[in-house]
């Protein structure tokens, strides 16, 4: 290992010139060789080498060898998202465990929310789960399907017959 680089004629301590910095030791490289070459790289991991003996880390100074690469991204595993509703309290109801559902003039469900919402849901599920996509639209299902649908919906609530046609329309919906 040289301690002394030759400039300009003159022999220079590099412990005087080098600082801990890569960035100031590209900047005190010598001027002689082109830079890029494999003689100047050769040159500044010497000087690397030097400034590390001379100078011990300061405690909080992170060293190059512990940062990770820019290029180098850490993969979070896939994001964790919420399954689709499935309603199984619901579906699991005996005829004793019946919800009454309360309608206004117009046949809609009013009164708790989460009641409201709970409805809603299960009649989401039932159509994603009895119905194919291969019906291009809400016409085209069979009517002993629909019928199907809105019974098993009464074995679960109690509807008063102003409300069916909500739930039919509400089956088409989703």
Partial sequence: MRNAIEKEGKQVDTAKILKPTCSKLLKAADNSVPSGSVAAYIALRERQKQNLEADPMIENDVGESSLQPADEVVEA??????GRSKMLKVH????????????NKKGQPIGDRKLKAELSN?????VKDH?????????VVP???KKWMLEYTLQRYVI??????????????H
């Avoid at 595993?77 to 919420?82: N, T």
């Avoid at 699991?92 to 309608?103: C, F, L, Q």
């Avoid at 299960?122 to 039932?126: A, M, N, Q, R």
């Fill in 77 to 82: 595993g896939p994001k964790k998202r919420r």
């Fill in 131 to 139: 119905v194919t996509i291969t019906y291009v639209n809400w016409h």
């Fill in 122 to 126: 299960f009649l989401g599920t039932l």
């Fill in 160 to 173: 008063p017959q102003e409300g069916e046609k909500w739930v039919l329309k509400t089956l088409n919906s």
């Fill in 92 to 103: 699991a109801r005996t005829v004793n465990e019946k919800v009454v559902i309360k309608v």
């Fill in 143 to 145: 009517e002993e399907l």
